[in-house]
């Protein structure tokens, strides 16, 4: 990560998503992109499934992936700002859940496909799970993406960390369950030492009820942004200083890869632990 001197001012917009009525959530969109780009802002970071709700009636909500890659195309380089947005590709039988990144240019820098589909709603019955991860640059500072219940699973934040500044979780996150959004959020970025920016909805969507919480969580695990509960948007002013935070306290160092790979192979292989330490 040496050479990474740059910054950039982020906004986290927490929308009020209309449910399944992509239109008017793009038109929506526009606005606070337009907005934003006036405030100065480089990088507008939407919700999950950002312009039609978390819904599983993928035969509203799917696309061949140019309708609402074409808008934010146009939006970006309209307004000469990157934007983050979530959307869902037909693939035939099921649909995959997709976060991509437009640079202020319009051209797409990132197609992160969401790698843990949510079993508990029914998601794996309509959507494929993802293989890999994204990594891209904008500003001269690296990023990477993961969605929503991506969130509960630590091993995949920890495969990008060495690489990235940020790691940015967009999400529909139901609010009985916001104590959980808000504490891994910010153990994702205390054990990776990575600044991890949250963008979570809010209102009342499909019977479901989203208390946002979207927030920006430094390596140290502070939350030095934060939206509230409703319709807004928050920006922050993102640094590449997560070298900083690394010297200052060298916990990756002593992180043991290989060992690790060798005890999820004997757990695995054997069905137990092995050896007297279990």
């Given amino acids: 990560m040496e050479g990474f001197t740059g910054d950039m001012k982020i906004a986290l917009a927490q929308t009020r998503i209309i449910w399944e009525d992509k239109d008017k959530n793009l038109n929506k969109a526009e606005k606070i992109i337009q907005e934003q780009a006036i405030l100065g802002t480089q990088l507008v970071l939407f919700p999950e499934m950002s312009f039609t709700g ?3 009636n993928t035969g509203i909500t799917k696309e061949g992936g140019c309708y609402t890659e074409q808008k934010m195309k146009q939006f970006s380089a309209e307004n000469n700002i990157s934007i983050g947005y979530g ?16 640079n202020q240019e319009g051209t797409v820098v990132s197609d992160y496909i969401k790698i843990h589909p949510f079993s508990y709603s029914g998601e794996d019955k309509r959507f494929y799970g993802g293989e890999k991860t994204c990594i891209f640059e904008l500003n001269g ?21 060495d690489y990235v500044t940020a790691v940015i979780v967009p999400a529909n996150w139901p609010a009985e369950r916001s104590r959980h959004w808000k504490t891994l959020l910010q153990a994702r970025a205390i054990e990776n030492q ?5 963008i979570n909805c809010t209102g009342r969507m499909d019977g479901t009820d989203y208390s946002g919480g979207s927030c920006m969580i430094d390596p140290d695990g502070n939350t030095v942004q934060e939206a509230g509960g409703n319709e807004g948007a928050v920006t922050y002013d993102l640094k590449a200083d997560v070298q900083d935070y690394r010297k200052r306290f060298p ?24 050896g007297r330490c279990v």
């Fill in 251 to 274: 916990a990756r160092h002593d992180r043991n890869w290989k060992l690790y790979r060798n005890l999820y192979e004997q757990i695995n292989g054997s069905g137990k632990a092995v």
């Fill in 54 to 56: 978390f819904s599983m």
């Fill in 87 to 102: 959307w869902v590709k037909d693939c035939g039988d099921k649909c995959e859940n997709h976060y991509s990144v437009v």
């Fill in 194 to 198: 990575v600044y991890v920016a949250g």
């Fill in 141 to 161: 500072i690296k990023f990477s993406t993961f969605l929503c219940y991506d969130l509960r699973f630590p091993e995949v934040f920890q495969a990008v960390s």
